[in-house]
DNA sequence: GACGACTTCGAACGTGCGTTTGAATCATAC
DNA sequence: GTATGATTCAAACGCACGTTCGAAGTCGTC
């Protein structure tokens, strides 16, 4: 009715963008299929259900993410034999917040929420989509800081992927806070600033042992 | 009927404990009353309102938190000059987890969570207590990291925080993924790793500068 | 032992939710 | 132009929610 493309499209749209902005319990099948121009039982005949809505929208946008993850920690371990760090955690974060600049702003607000979330079954969708990346970025990382044990490798990369949702979802209270210092929409900075502070907690020593 | 102590303490470690497992929309004041042993209107009666007894949650545990933050700030610029780094960056995060150690375990996954909530009520309560935090770390942290702009610092801030939040909320999943091998319940090495972790983030170079 | 304030109780209210249904509409091929 | 399958539609379903209310209970004080 109002945009060119087809319901289950817009459905999609509507749906990224109200889980984004209002939750997921929270944005009502009422909302958004009004969102999207459609009828209230719309997305039961497209999707089945709510819950199979909300595993498309992320679908959607995770897995060419992560494709481009891949395909782009595969050209680096084919081109260069030392493998930087700095590439390699630039090769993780970027893809994310590439495709946050164009068509997936919404989207990755919501998946970055979405990691908080309790639903188990939500676990369960982001949870298949991240373990295959999660291990070959730890080989990978583990190329590069090889002073590391695995165990202080993976919390380093937890923390790393905190930083990194949170960034997304709160960047806009950080401009509050600062009163407009740190600007929200300044998503190449963002990176830089992201990636220093990445590869330098990555690099940094072992201090406290036990 | 069931615990000792009186209804409105019942009420609020029960909703901590709901909150925390099942976020702030789905734990129903059915759910919460129940688990108190209290009768439904219980929280009505007590608190006024369903939004009022997550305000009372969080500033329960939450105040006493801060207040412990800015001591121990205190005392750190009472005592030596130079004011080290990894000292400030210990009294920001350990207090937060060492209440999260006997009382606040559930306390602490909510109020990380919480931080990803969109509600802007909440996002208020949590800006009213975390405002002065923030304006006295900026300050101390700007001392020890004087080649930092206040920008990038506030930045690193923002990402340090990040992964505080994350590594509460998820450090199960991140046991999960790792097959048991970085452990979720060992509250010390978590401080360990996170500790070292921001540290080396705050005083990493700026690389990649416009 | 009756008063009063404080607290608890069961029951109900109105609202919004996700889902289902069956008829109406549309598009396409014959 | 009509038959067929896919899609849209309005309406209703049952359910769980937060909140409200007046009666019932509790307990210290006179």
């Known amino acids: 009715m109002s945009t060119p493309q087809d ?28 969102e999207a121009g459609a009828n209230l039982a719309a ?32 050209a680096l371990e084919a081109a260069g034999e030392p493998l930087e760090l700095r590439d390699v955690v630039e090769s993780f974060i970027e893809p994310a917040l590439s495709v946050g600049l164009h068509d997936g702003r919404e989207f990755f607000v919501f998946i970055a929420r979405a990691h908080g979330n309790p639903s188990p079954e939500l676990r369960e969708i982001v949870h298949n989509e991240m373990q295959p990346i999660a291990q070959r970025y730890g080989a990978a990382l583990g190329k590069c800081l090889p002073e590391l044990t695995l165990e202080q490798l993976f919390w380093r990369v937890h923390f790393v992927i905190g930083a990194l949702c ?20 300044d998503r190449d900075k963002m990176l830089q600033r992201l990636v220093d502070f990445s590869v330098a907690g990555f690099s940094g020593p ?3 042992e036990v």
């Open 43 to 74: 997305v039961n005949y497209h999707f089945g259900s709510k819950q199979k809505l909300v595993r498309a929208v992320i679908e959607r946008r995770l897995r060419p993410i992560n494709e481009l993850r891949l395909a782009r920690l595969d």
């Open 7 to 34: 319901t289950s499209e817009r459905l999609l749209d509507a749906a990224e963008k109200l889980f984004a902005r209002f939750g997921l319990d929270s944005a009502s099948l009422r909302q958004i299929t009004g």
């Open 166 to 185: 949170h960034t997304v979802i709160n960047s806009e209270l950080l401009e509050e806070v600062t009163e407009g210092l740190c600007r929200a929409d």
């Open 206 to 208: 072992v201090v406290g």
